[in-house]
Every structure is written in C-alpha cells, then in structure tokens.
C-alpha cells in the first residue's frame, strides 16, 4: 500500500469561476457546500444547479450519480521487522527436580510423536476442507465474541478492549499518533490463559494501558485473530506487540511472546515507548506544521475567494450602472425624438389644415358671426365666420395660430359647456356654428388640454 499524506486539493481558476457562479445562480452562502455539489458532480455547472433545484422543489435528481457503498478501513501500510524492533521471548517452565525431569522425559517420545501425527493429519485435512478462519466475514463480531469469552473466563476487570477491527485500530491510533498494543490469545493454550489471569488483568497493567496506548486483542481461533496472527507471524502464544507510527509507516517496535509477569511487561513496554517517542513527537510537530499551512492555505484561499467575489459584484454593479445610464440616455433620445417628430407632425398638420380654413366673409354680413377666442397665455383671436361654417373651421383657425397649445378643447362661458369641435364615434359630423346655438358675437375660451 501507498502511504497517503493529508492534502488539500487547491481549485484551479475555471473551477473557481464555476463556483462563485453556481452560487450566484442557487443562492448558498456556504461556498464549502458549493464546491461538495459541484465536486459530486464532476465540476458540471448545468447538472449541479439542475439537482440543487430540483433538491429544493422535493423532486427527484435529474442526473443520477451512482451511490458508492462506503468502503471498509483499510490497513495502513505496515513494517513489522525494522531492524530497531525488540524482541522479548519468554521461555516455557522447565522441570524442576528429578522426578519431573523423569516425567518429562518419558513422555517426550509420546508428545513428539502425537504432535506430529497430528500436524500430518491437520495438514491432510486442510487439504480437502480450508480453515474456515481464513475467510473473515465479521471482524467486528469476532473482536466482541472474543472480548465475551474473556469477560466469562477471566472477570470484567480487564483493559479496555478497542471494539474494532483491527484495521480500524491501527488507523486510529495512526490519526491519532499514539501507541497500539495488540495481544493475541492462542487456540486453547494453557500460558496465554495464565497472561491473562495474572498479567494483563492486572490493576497497576490496566492503568498503564488505559494511559498509555490503544488496546487491542483478539484470540487466533476467530478469523479475525487469526488473520492477525498470519500477519505478525508470532512464534509463540501469548503474544503481544507495539506499534506506532514510524516513517509514515505503522511499525511493530516491540513484541513479547511468552508469560511476561505483570511489572516487567510494564517495564519492557515503558522502555520502548521511551525510545519510539521521540519520533511520534517528531510526527506531531510535523502534523501540527501540515495542519497550520493547510489551515492558512484555506484561509487564504478563503480570501481570495471573497476578493474575488467582492471585485466580481463591484463589477457588476459598475455594469449595472453603466447599462442604467445607457437606458436612461436612450430613454431621453428617444423622448426628444418623440418630442420633435410631435412638433414636426404638428407643424405639418398646421400647414395641412390652414388651407381648409374658409374665408372671412364681408363685414356686415347678414349670416356672419364674431368669434372671439382667448388662448391660455392672454392671446386674444378675433375672426369673422358664417354661422353655416363648423366648429371644426372655429377648431382650425385656432389650431394653426403660433401660440395655440397643441392639444385643446373650446368651451363656452355661461353657462359653461364644451363645443364639440371634432369628429369622434359620438359625433361623427361635426355641427355647425348655427346649431351649436352661437349668436352674433361670441367671446369663447381656449383650454390647454395635453399632457
């Protein structure tokens, strides 16, 4: 296995853009959370904004990601014979006297050969039906199984066991820089029974575990004692050994295999924890660095981000305003222009209509009439017209003076009413002088009626 270090991976500028756009366009504030769904969807800006609405609206993802099954710890790669390991074997009990010498001695022809009748038949055995501890289907249930069988065996006064794998112990106690111990309890065996009893049970072994390290155990008949064993390779049972973190690797620098009595399993294991820890000091201070420089990295990164975001919206504000001013300057062309093609059409329309206008009649004339119009400013208009002409002839002459408004209406004085002077869906002849009931003489006024 490839020792992986902690990274972190820096966002290239395109990746950068994509994600203060993404979001402007969904509206997140935490830019963490932005960058996780656009990293869940491969940086695709469309395929992210789609699911993070549709995620809003309660309905289904639009691109559907294949779901990965979290996968089991793995191990963290391994050392288990650096040339500074110590190594501490306890031999089994000799005889003691004659009478046990005699006794050993006698039956060592039996045992030797039983042995070897054994491992013959095992080994022929195995041949046809595997050891089914080969296979490990459950390595948290064969650590609890084992941490049960010995509670039953030997008390609840014990360390406290890692309820884990032990994969999971070994990468913990790599995250966290501390000591690992692992004891493994052979298959039936009479001395890892008696270690337990008297030495790891033990009040003043309890303590210095507790403190000290991670504690993890497990017997080689649960496969996943087993598969321990095959890959510490112990030579006898019990058998204990520490570990800890080592040139980026998790290195066994002590094992003890053997009836260790309580005090010098203390002694022993102080004695190399003293000389490895050093190099987990070292670990931690470089840890530490790696951490503060990723932490000032996000941090500056953190700011440019924001800078960035802040530049962004000072341009789009400037854009804003600029396009603001270029409405407002169209709008203002566009109403001058309106304004003049009015003036134009109304100086047309004046030209057009002053020579509908009939002419004065003579004065005297029986069927004449005097119209006087005051215009809004003061102006007084004064003309001759026969009461046969229309109000729209009245409408016109006024309409093509100088200083007419250009919208208007004539009304009377008393009692006061308006004239109807144009054609409109009401009135679609216009009446003439006569039949507006106008006399002689006649003094009308001008109302400014546009806008």
Known sequence: MA????????????Q?????????????NDLEKCRQVLERHGWNMEAAVHDTFNENEGQPPVFEQPVARPAPPRMPMMNISPTYQ??????????????????????????????????????AYRLFIPDPRR?????????????????????????????????QALNDAKKEIRFLVVFLHGQDDDQSAEFSRTSLCAPEVMDFLGARSLFWACSVEFPEGYRVSQALRPRSYPFVSLICL??????????????????????????????????????RADREERNFTQTLRAQQDMAYLESLRADQEKERKRQEERERKERE?????????????RKEELARLRIEKASTIPEEPEDGDPEATKIVLKLPNGTRLERRFLMSHSLEDVYHF?????????????????????????????????????????????????QDISD
Not at 248 to 267: C, F, S, Y
Not at 408 to 432: G, K, S, Y
Request: hydrophobic share 40%; charged share 30%.
């Open 329 to 341: 300057e169209q709008e203002m062309r566009e109403k001058e222009e309106a304004v003049q093609r």
């Open 398 to 446: 006024v309409f093509c003076h100088k200083d007419a408004p250009d919208e208007f209406q004539i009304i009377t004085n008393f009692p006061r009413r308006i004239l109807p002077c144009q054609v409109t869906e009401e009135t679609p002849d216009v009446i003439t002088i006569k039949e507006a009931g106008l006399g002689k003489s006649e003094v009308l006024f001008v």
């Open 86 to 123: 110590r190594v501490y074997t306890v031999a089994r009990r000799r005889p003691q006297g004659w009478l046990a010498w005699g006794y050993f001695l006698l039956m060592l022809p039996f045992r030797f050969t039983y042995a070897t009748i054994r491992d013959i038949f095992m080994w």
């Open 16 to 28: 950068t853009e994509k994600l203060l756009q993404f979001q402007d366009l969904t509206g997140i």
């Open 135 to 167: 296979i490990v289907r459950d390595p948290l249930g064969d650590v609890e199984s084992f941490i049960a069988k010995f509670e039953s065996l030997y008390g609840e006064n014990h360390p406290v066991f890692y309820r884990g794998s032990y994969s």
């Open 3 to 14: 020792d992986h270090r902690d990274s972190e991976v820096e966002l290239t500028s395109a």
């Open 246 to 283: 080592r040139e980026h690797k998790m290195t066994v620098v002590a094992r003890l295999e053997g009836v260790v009595p309580a005090d010098e399993l203390i002694a022993r294991l102080m004695h190399v924890m003293e000389e490895n820890e050093p190099a987990l000091a070292q670990v």
